[in-house]
């Protein structure tokens, strides 16, 4: 890991600031990042990534979807509605998937979707509720993005055992 020396406006100098991705944000609430996870239940998260506060939902879920690849039989994939655009539902059908999730209240041709299995996406919203037992996630103490990323895996690997 390198530092390097920063030398502020104020031209306070000896100061070190470090080197890395931070994907931190500014939205209404204030500083923030996004933890978007892909869960096969409620205890398994497969693949997740971070994104600052105020980037979109949807790229970053398509770029997920992306790096799981097709799959060889259909799976279902519930989604959120912050995923629900044309471009995701497209790319997961693309790769097998079949996407459930409702539409926003504003579209033209809504489509229909099961309900009942919709009602299963509260597991990931566990997943993430005992994520955020950990003070350390749920606050972002950490500024780089691979510091904080380690003690997500960390929190996965505890809340497993556990």
């Not at 919709?118 to 996630?137: A, G």
Request: with cysteine.
């Amino acid at each position: 890991q390198t530092t390097i020396l920063y030398q502020s406006t104020s031209r306070r100098n000896g100061r070190f600031e470090k080197n890395g991705l931070q994907s931190v944000g500014q939205t209404r609430g204030g500083w923030n990042t996004k933890l978007h996870m892909v869960a096969a239940s409620d205890r398994d998260g497969v693949i997740f990534a971070l994104s600052a506060g105020n980037c979109g939902d949807a790229p970053e879920g398509r770029a997920l979807l992306r790096q799981l690849g097709p799959v060889d039989h259909s799976i279902y994939l519930l989604m959120d509605r912050a995923y629900e655009g044309d471009e995701t539902r497209a790319l997961a059908e693309e790769l097998g998937y079949i996407p459930i999730v409702p539409p926003k209240s504003n579209r033209k041709n809504p489509w229909r979707y099961d309900k009942q299995l919709y009602k299963q996406r509260n597991k990931v919203e566990r997943l993430f509720r005992r994520l955020k037992r950990f003070r350390r996630i749920f606050t972002r103490y950490d500024k780089l993005d691979i510091i904080f990323l380690t003690f997500v895996y960390l929190a996965l690997i505890v809340d497993t055992l556990m």
